[in-house]
């Protein structure tokens, strides 16, 4: 398969640079050898090429920085994968009307810097930040670490412009403060994982910079008391920035990677922090004196922002200890917080009935968490138990009134479980919204509304 000539974009033609094109993050995707990468470099390379895979009914695949966890940005069927990394000015900062338009491969932290020397912030701050696109975010609905308080990116997306298939060039939503006329079709771009367009510009909200964020880390000799920390935190009046939890074992994970001083011995960890204007130190005390309450065994307070910074290290290392453990299943199941501890020790439970290593972490805050279920790539028994410990937990958390996803997406990894979460009617409303964007299906096929 490859794209006519007569299509003035840019492909790549190394085989080598094409096969980094050919995966993600995610476990098990992988695009055949016969797929095409275009990398677009504005708004008109975009359109050539949605019209030209409507024509030619050739799947397109969507796709900023590949840091999918669920093979979402994988041409799996082969196809035209559209890489939209290059089109990254920030053209519009506006402090007035608090926006920012850029284009879809500007990187999270990109667009957070930018905005942050004009004295805003731009708060979705997914643990990719580093190097995921807004267009991916856009497309994921990406949340992260500061959601608790800030909400996640479609709290902050006004305006779209998109591509349809056949090259149709839409704008979505409005540029000022409020607007309700019509439906909400931002809305249903946002989280549609490039199944319905490509987008090609986001007109995103901004806020006034809150203060640098002050953090608080407790430790705990049970997950009942953490649990309980956890419960009277979502209490609070004023709402912490961030409430992550480590379980024993990714304390475990964190500290086999370098010492981040967190100890080996306890339960769990939680960090909490505060960057509400003016009131840091006040709030990080006051979370300092919740948790001692709910049982916490240490708590440590860092006041100054280098401190604050220093104690937050071992959670933003959890990823690459992670990595460094070897191959494993990701959930993002996200469930009541109330069931928190419910879920941790389930998922505790199925692992060790499976034989398997599971590590428990995440967005302890929304309830939404990260476990990781460790295989044996050499052994596919192995991989098989740990695909299984997966299927259970993914069960698990929709009877505790979850959802499959909280953050990373439905992707192929977890397509088999939307009608279970959805219902075979919704899903088919659903592929019929699909239909009506992308009546011949080139959208990254195969994906999200799997039969
Ligand atoms: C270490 C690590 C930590 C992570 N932490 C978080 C986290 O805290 N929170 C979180 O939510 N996610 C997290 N993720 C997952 C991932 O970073 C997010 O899903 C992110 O939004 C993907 O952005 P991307 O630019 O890499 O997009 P890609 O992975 O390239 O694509 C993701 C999806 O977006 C679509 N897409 C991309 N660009 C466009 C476009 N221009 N138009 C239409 N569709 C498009 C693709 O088709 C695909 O469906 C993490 C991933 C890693 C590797």
Redesign the pocket.
């Known amino acids: 398969m490859t794209t006519p000539t007569s299509l003035a974009v840019p492909t790549v033609t190394d085989p080598d640079v094409r096969a980094g094109y050919g995966v ?2 995610s476990v098990g995707a992988v695009a055949p050898d016969d797929f095409e990468v275009v990398r677009a470099r504005d708004l008109g390379d975009v359109v050539e090429v949605m019209r030209w895979a409507h024509e030619t009914r050739t799947p397109v ?9 669920t093979g ?2 994988v041409a799996i069927d082969g196809g035209v994968v559209l890489n ?1 990394e290059g ?1 990254d000015s920030i053209s519009t900062i506006d402090p007035l009307e608090g926006l920012a338009v850029v284009g ?1 491969g500007v990187v999270n932290k990109g667009l957070k810097d930018a905005v942050a020397a004009e004295g805003l912030f731009y708060p979705p ?4 930040s580093a ?3 807004i ?6 609905n ?4 500061c959601c608790v308080k800030y909400g996640v990116t479609g709290d902050y997306v006004r305006a779209l412009q998109v591509v349809l298939p056949g090259g149709e060039v839409v704008r979505t939503g409005h540029r000022t403060a409020k607007g309700v006329a019509g439906l909400d079709l931002t809305g249903l771009f946002v989280g549609s ?3 319905l ?4 510009e986001v007109t995103t909200r901004l806020l006034p910079a809150p203060d640098p964020a002050l953090t608080v880390l407790a430790t705990f000799d049970s997950l009942d008391a953490a649990s309980v920390a956890i419960v009277a935190l979502r209490r609070e009046r004023h709402v912490p920035s961030l409430v992550e939890l480590l379980d024993r074992a990714a304390v475990s994970a964190v500290q086999s990677l370098a010492d981040y001083g967190f100890p080996r011995d306890c339960e769990a960890v939680l960090l909490v922090q505060s960057d509400r204007p003016d009131h840091t130190s006040e709030d990080v005390q006051r979370y300092a004196a919740l948790l001692t309450d709910a049982g916490a065994a240490e708590v440590a307070v860092a006041d100054d922002p280098t401190e604050a910074d220093l104690l937050l290290a071992g959670r933003r290392a959890l ?1 690459p200890a992670l990595e460094a453990k070897g191959p494993r299943y990701l959930e993002d199941v996200c469930v009541p917080v109330g069931r928190l501890t419910d879920l941790i020790r389930t998922g505790q439970g199925i692992a060790a009935a499976h034989g398997l290593e599971i590590v428990m972490a995440g ?1 302890a805050g929304d309830g939404n968490l990260h476990p990781s279920i460790f295989f044996d790539a050499a052994d596919p028994g192995s991989r098989r138990r740990a695909h299984q410990a997966f299927t259970e937990v993914v069960t698990a958390a929709l009877a505790m009134g979850g959802t499959i996803t909280g ?3 439905v ?1 192929t990894l977890k397509a088999p479980w939307l009608a279970q979460e959805l219902g075979e009617r919704e899903l088919e409303r659903q592929r019929a919204v699909k239909a009506l964007f992308d009546p011949r299906g080139i959208l ?1 096929p195969g994906r999200v509304y799997w039969s």
């Open positions: 993600d993050e695949v969507p796709q900023g920085a590949r840091s999918s966890l979402s940005s939209t089109l879809p701050d997914p643990a990719s190097f995921c696109t267009g991916g975010n856009v497309a994921t990406a949340g992260g670490l994982e490039g199944t367009g490509v987008v090609t990823s967005h953050e990373h997406g992707g990254n």
